[in-house]
């Protein structure tokens, strides 16, 4: 599978530096051999045409995204009028399905949040993580055995060795290290600290995302309205967030999913999305929340 980035005739010194840093950030987690992790996808090699394009060439592992993933499944929802007397029909039948989902999305999460904490933990932020940059072998739900989850679209990756933060920022990191200057996050180790907190509230958007849009009809909620509703509306508040989409009937099934032991998943969602930085969890303690373990289902 192949990535081309334009040369920088066309795309601008940007393009080129995106390239270039995607493949630095493959490289460096790749040469890691004793402990290569499953839940990112494989950089094979790249090459440069003599037009400057850049092609990174990737191990073919999968097709769809997660995104892709939720739009089926939405879109399978949208036979509203069928699927509400399927519902009344047959029960039983619809408590299986939606649960087969519950399943599916879960280990979609796992597979991105392990993913990324394998990144942490070898000095790398990924930046841009959202369910277009989750690539799945599968999506039909039936295969959750065989299901496997990779990160990819490293472009916008930054490295957070000591060496690295403390030489100043780059062209990709710029904007990042602004950020975590007006959250007061100033020395190497509280930037370090920012951009991992960075990267959880991305993956707290995801699964928020992963917990609505494919169990709602399409068109009812997609991602920017979605993080509005979190960020802006509710100001990151998911008691409100909660009481706001419970009295929506076409969110039902978003709510009870994440109601389920005892509102784990919107306990960890708050978790996530902390205003404050510093409260957010590390990626290795998200995966041992009750809600991502499954212990819910």
């Known amino acids: 599978m192949f990535k081309v980035y334009p040369g920088k005739w066309n795309g601008g010194i940007e393009a080129e530096t995106m390239a270039a840093n995607e493949l630095r950030a493959h490289a460096s987690l790749q040469d890691v051999a004793e402990d290569v992790c499953q839940n990112l996808q494989i950089l094979l090699g790249g090459f440069e045409t003599s037009t400057g394009e850049q092609w990174l060439a990737f191990q073919n592992d999968g097709t769809y995204s997660a995104a892709d993933y939720a739009k089926v499944m939405s879109e399978s929802v949208s036979n509203s009028q069928a699927q509400r007397e399927w519902k009344l029909w047959n029960p039983f039948e619809w408590k299986e399905s939606i649960k087969r989902r519950q399943i599916f999305v879960i280990k979609i999460l796992r597979g991105a949040i392990h993913g990324l904490a394998f990144m942490h933990d070898h000095d790398r932020l990924h930046q841009s993580l959202g369910p277009a940059s989750v690539v799945l072998n599968t999506i039909r739900e039936k295969d959750v055995a065989y299901l496997v989850p990779q990160v990819r679209d490293l472009a916008f990756s930054v490295d957070i060795r000591c060496s690295s933060l403390e030489s100043g920022p780059s062209l990709l990191s710029d904007a990042l290290w602004h950020r975590a200057a007006r959250a007061g996050a100033f020395n190497s180790l509280e930037k370090r600290t920012f951009g991992i907190a960075d990267d959880i509230f991305e993956a707290g958007l995801l699964l928020a995302y992963l917990a609505f849009v494919p169990f709602c009809e399409a068109g009812i909620m997609d991602g920017p309205s979605l993080q509005k509703l979190l960020e802006s509306t509710f100001q990151l508040n998911m008691e409100a967030v909660r009481e ?54």
């Open 244 to 297: 706001y989409c419970q009295a929506d009937e076409c969110l039902s099934e978003a709510v009870n999913f994440l109601d389920l032991g005892g509102c784990a998943g919107w306990e960890l969602l708050q978790a996530m999305l902390n205003p404050d930085y510093r409260k957010r969890p590390m990626a290795t303690t998200v995966l041992k929340h009750r809600f991502m373990t499954g212990d819910v289902l």
